[in-house]
């Protein structure tokens, strides 16, 4: 099961039992001991349950072990269709392969600040100030009666992408300058070439 994690892909204990081949309950248990050890954190989600490495000093110990063993981990490959995987709505913020890649690039650039429990986030004072000049006011953002911002598990990617007010401000601003296209019949956001350009330039990263 820990193995399984290592790619930094989050997976459900459902998806661990079937890597481990053993039942569902005796799943439930190890991983119940594994995050009693603090070798895994689970992030709930709706009505999902996903877990993933509890930091770096983990994977760090698995893949020394690994070495020792002579072994190596299988390559995750998701399933879900190219289009809807590159970029689609989660509710109302932006996920898939885009959305993964925005949270990674703000993480880099250290926009985002994560709280104490791994999963929320607020702003560094040079990301409010990167969002200000696309025209988001992270003051007025914050003001609203929801969750700021979280790590929201990509269904896909099984990594995070950002949710909460300031992902839904990030997809508004991104549709309003129609970076971003909304399908008529479904989830699916289509990149324009205002947009491939434009998060490229601003953020690094290819759309």
């Known amino acids: 099961m820990l193995y399984c994690l290592l ?4 997976r459900t204990s459902t998806e661990l039992g ?20 603090r070798l895994v954190t689970v992030l709930a989600q709706g009505k999902h349950r ?10 760090s110990a698995l893949e020394a072990l690994m070495v020792v063993a002579g072994r190596s981990v299988g390559t995750f ?42 999963t929320d986030y607020d702003l560094s004072p040079a990301g409010a100030k990167a969002l200000a ?22 269904w896909s990617e099984r990594r995070p992408h950002i949710g909460g007010a300031l992902g839904a401000a990030l997809l508004t601003c991104a549709l309003r300058r129609r970076w971003l296209i909304k399908d008529l019949d479904s989830r699916i956001l289509r990149v324009t070439r205002a947009g491939q350009r434009e998060f490229h330039s601003r953020f690094g990263i290819h759309a």
Not at 7 to 10: L, P
Not at 50 to 59: A, P, Q
Not at 100 to 117: P, Y
């Open 7 to 10: 790619d930094g892909h989050a």
């Open 18 to 37: 079937i890597v481990a081949e053993v039942s569902a309950s005796t799943a439930s248990a190890h991983l119940a001991r594994l995050k009693e050890e």
């Open 50 to 59: 996903y877990y993933r490495l509890d930091g770096e000093i983990v994977s």
């Open 77 to 118: 490959v998701p399933t879900t269709p190219s289009r809807l995987r590159n970029a689609r709505a989660c509710y109302d913020h932006m996920a898939g392969s885009l959305g993964v890649s925005l949270h990674d690039r703000f993480s880099e650039l250290k926009w985002l600040v994560i709280h104490s429990d791994g």
């Open 133 to 154: 000049a696309l025209g988001i006011d992270a003051a007025a953002v914050r003001a609203l009666r929801r969750r700021f911002a979280y790590a929201c598990i990509d």
